[in-house]
């Protein structure tokens, strides 16, 4: 694969949470159009680093850089990272109450267009749009009319943030633990969506624990975070071997180094 | 919770006071003054002497402290209870009233001249202790619909007047209901004959305007067999720091297969941060499904007064009526309300609904209290009530209280209470989509409101959305 400009790059990043370090110095470089799976133990920080880039309040930078597009990402307020094009597919999505998902999805997709000086989409162009999405990854409406995430089950709610991946059609996608809780059909059903989004102008960060969605998305780059620190990165077979091997071996050589 | 409490405690936007001329009568409540008002209004001596035993009976009753608001004492002899603009006697033509009315009103949104005025809604402006114009009045009465300022009706409609005022809610009903049956000044009759559903939407607006004067509105509403209205109110008064006073009573009767809508936007000034000023709004509403198959539906959006005290009921006298409560309650810095709804079932196949949305936020106490009542007689009645309460922040608080008394053992109820709070992931999660803190606010208590806006007609669930500070764009509906 030709290598595309830098997007991110975060170095010796630091970060705590309730006063407990949490990231010991993070370095990673993700390129235009690369998918990257960050793999590594429970507890390891994965969830944390995605939380962080994306701007959770709860985070406590204590030291390094995060660079997007040549922005200081870290710098940025959450809405303003979602609208240079960072989406984050939440592990734990919310409920909200009596707003209906196309409602919302429509409201953030406004909010993009707004910022990019596009016109808004009004319902009725919006239902078109939204048509045609559900088209090209195959999906159907049913989950439309129903409320973000209300009475959804586990693996409704993680196609539901797939979908509006789709609609929200980010620069960087990062993943967080999107393939927990899914049974082995809409584990499928997700990856086919995200490799048919895959493309020259989207970057994926896929943070999971279990190497068994990188069955179906061949990633680029695979890096192995273990005690806040990634430890190895290597390419899809890396993440095979996690898989024989377990996670043990690596923690214990980043307690060595 | 810094950034969602700054939204949700917005600066009141009501708050300016109309430089106008008016006549105050000097504070202090006796039966003079009472003689007074009757005489400014021009009204018959029953009507005097029916205010006069009111009088006579609020003197021998007490202050209610039962509900869960916390004020210092009020002093009746301090407040006027009577405050008009000085205007022309005779207006032959709304065109006439005093522009800087016009103007207020105007600036409110709600124009009150010819050729501005709102389609499909017909609206009595009540500025102080007087009615300054009804519009549409002539264009209702081609339908034989009466919709006049209630001082009007007094003198033009005795005989309806009579016989309905107070049968809904007895001159010595409660405190503020014998000290506003006492002091009343104005407000809205409405009368819907036989089989007519109402062309327009009927809707009050009440400004209080004169400092240290209270106002005591007063409504009735009668929807004779087969009619159908829907009436809509709103309010607002001045920034002061000190309390005012607002004792309103609402009836409403609905007869044989009639239908009332009654749907009311309470913006009064709800005082500063540290509770300094504000309106006390306690008021007494009820209605009564008088006839069979009648239905009597009240919707609240109570987002303003330092201190609410409200229940909107509904007496389900004939078979098979429907009453319903819809209320949105929003308290925020100091404010207190203690709301709710009584549903008496007394017919057979009786049915009430009640869906209480309370949302909490600054150092806002939030109660909800409500009554449903099974008689004897009620073969089969049902209730079903739903009690939602939501936090915003860590220093505010939320109260249920709800009562049930069941005499009949064929009576069905349902009650279902939730209480949740806006926290920063449900905030992260919108922001991360991009929205701004605000609008995710916005969109979390919209949501939680739905329920209730979509009873509110058109209009007034875009003002109540706005009021929330909410971008609205079809959610509702």
Known sequence: MAKGKGLLEVKGLRVAVAGNEILKGVDLTLREGEVHAIMGPNGSGKSTLAQVLAGHPAYTVLAGTATYDGKDLLEMKPEERARAGVFLAFQYPVEIRGITNSYFLRAALNTLRRDRGEPELDPMDFLQFLEQKLKAIGWDDSMMNRPVNEGFSGGEKKRNEILQLAVLEPRLAILDETDSGLDIDALKTVAETVNKLRGPGRSFLIVTHYQRLLNYITPDVVHVLADGRIVKSGGPELAHELEAKGYDWLRDAAMVS | MTSIEAHVQQPYKYGFVTDIESEVVPAGLNEDVIRLIS???DEPAWMLEWRLKAYRNWLKMTEPHWPNVKYGPIDYQAISYYAAPKQKPKLDSLDQVDPKLVATFAKLGIPIEEQKRLTGVAVDAVFDSVSVATTFQAELAKFGVIFKPISQAIREHPELVQKY???????????????????FTDGSFVYIPKGVRCPLELSTYFRINASSTGQFERTLIIADEGSYVSYLEGCSAPMRDEHQLHAAVVELVALDRATIKYSTIQNWYPGDEEGRGGIYNFVTKRGKCAGANSKISWTQVETGSAITWKYPGCILQGDNSIGEFYSVAVTSHRQQADTGTKMIHLGKNTRSTIVSKGISAGRGQNTYRGLVKIMKGAEGARNYSQCDSMLIGDQCGAHTFPYIDVRNSTAIMEHEASTSKIGEDQI??????????????????????KEVFKELPMEFAVEATRLLGISLEGSVG
């Open chain 2, 165 to 183: 005022l107070s049968t809904v809610v007895p001159i010595n009903d409660n405190f503020f209901a014998a000290l506003n049956s006492a002091v």
């Open chain 2, 39 to 41: 005489a400014k209004k």
């Open chain 2, 428 to 449: 992260f999660y919108l922001r991360q989509r991009g929205l701004s803190s605000e609008d995710a606010v916005s969109m979390i208590v919209n949501g939680f409101c």
